[in-house]
């Protein structure tokens, strides 16, 4: 410059203020534009150009070259953007601000045509970059491109996995525009967006006061997503960020009265299409239980082992290897396994119903099983009567009488005290079923229950003494089991009409057997049966001895 041909004063000293050294002026400022679009165009110096530039103070005359400098860069394409790669005018460019950045990259995808400034330009350049014209990032533009990416095809919002913690970064950006008062104007655009995922895949938005969107979670429970609402996909609700920006945009729990509600309408107009929904039924009663109940539990649909559904008042079993269980009883004999049950209405509570992570309330006064077994009414053992026909006995117990008559026995002895009692003695249905079932006696032969006799040691010694030993209707209870006199043990029975001492028609049934008994000695065995008659024999059962 100092070779230039400048219009000094007479003493060289200094330059004058004329049109000539102007006109100088501005032709340094276009070259030095011309420079740096240059190095742009060629790859040189692309983003470190701005260094060059004057941003020290000028004195004197040469005081507006700086201006003039920063003028003819302005309306130059010296600018990178991100992407792709594009030169444009520093006014045709947005510089994004760390809240729209994650991982170093912009939140959403630039629109055409592009704007954002490229990432390479240093931070201390910011007030240069502002000098030359560049804009400043406005809520305007971001949501502009939050829309386009909603809308496209290719959305990064629906396509990045909810556990990613883009999905933070966005939230962290949107709740600005809702809690910051100078952003009030952009409100109803943010909840206009439809960036609320719920489950079956749609998203959503909650722009009026007739949309419902709810959380996922009540308490520590899962609320039941395929009973008509809209609920938040989990994984959308596990930052504090996210949690905070739905809670702005609408979302709230559900309330458990409502939930229970359709829960009952759902099981009573038809079923749970698949067993993960079920169970999440079951779970959100009982963690609302006592408080919100339904009418009977023992009518709602669970899924059983095979995958099919029905009801707990029909028969649903727990699998367990307790004694006299229903499971343990249908046990597949020769090894551990549960057998498939071989007779009907017999089904077995399905595994995931018990798995480790369906824990037991905080608190509550029943566990999760217990739960299931007293207010649901699924069930260890054998009913006694069957719910689709009270005259008769529950078909597990017919199914095995059928099979083993000892086990039969043994099972009604396990849970008289607890439950059959009961039953027997408020049903005249059940005393009949009962009494008349055929039961398996020593001589192999089966009758009645109420036509049969204890295996005391009392009876099974006057059987052999009358040399009619396994020929009378003394029951079988495995194992050649002979009770001690007076056991308590199965004094049930007796109130079936079984009997557990001598009396005269034992002693009756025991000679019409050595008459039909050609290998038994009958003349002395006649003699000990008229002998017992004669000595115990009431004057009231002269009739019946005849």
Sequence with gaps: MIHSDFITSASRESTIDCEWNDHLLDAIADTFGDAIQSFCQRGILVHEWLRFVPQQPIEGYWKSLKKRILQGLRWRPILQTWQPRLFRTPDQ?????????????????????????????????????????????????????????????????????????????????????????????YRQRVRALKIIPVVGGAWLANDS??????FPMHEDVRVPTDIGFDIVMLDATTSP???????????????????????????KFGWPKNKDDAITHFRYLYWVWPKRAVQSYSTLWAYTDTGIVTQPIDGLYFKTDMEYSTAQLLKTTGNDTMATPTCSNVSFLHDDYLKPEHTTRFASTLTWKMWLEQIVGIRYYPLLMDVNSPKDLSPILKHILSISSPKFLHTLRARWMLEYQHIFESSNDAKTALKTSEVLCTDGRRRDLQLTYLPTAEIVMQQELLALSKK????????????????????????????????????????????????AKTSSTTRMIYQWIGSNAKQNQSKNIR
């Design 241 to 267: 960020e996210r949690n905070r920006l739905l809670r702005n945009l609408g979302v709230r729990e559900c309330p458990p009265e409502e939930v229970v509600k359709y829960i009952w309408r759902h099981h």
């Design 472 to 519: 009378l209707p003394i029951l079988d209870l495995g194992n050649d089991e002979v009770l001690p006199t007076g056991t308590s043990d199965w004094e049930f029975l007796k109130r079936c009409d079984v009997r557990g001492e001598l009396d005269v028609n034992f002693h009756l049934i025991a000679l019409r057997a050595s008459k039909e008994d050609k290998m």
């Design 209 to 214: 006061l007739f949309c419902n969107r709810y």
């Design 93 to 185: 460019l947005i510089r994004l601000p760390g809240l729209f950045l994650h991982n170093g990259q912009p939140l959403f995808a630039d629109i055409s045509p592009e704007a954002y400034l490229a990432p390479e330009y240093r931070h201390d350049m910011s007030k240069l970059l502002n000098k030359l014209g560049i804009n400043e990032f406005s809520w305007d533009k971001g949501l502009d491109r939050i829309e386009h990416d909603i809308n496209s095809p290719n959305s990064r919002l629906k396509s990045t996995p909810l556990s990613d913690t883009w999905h933070n970064a966005v939230a962290k950006a949107l709740q600005t525009i809702l809690e910051e008062a100078e952003l009030q104007k």
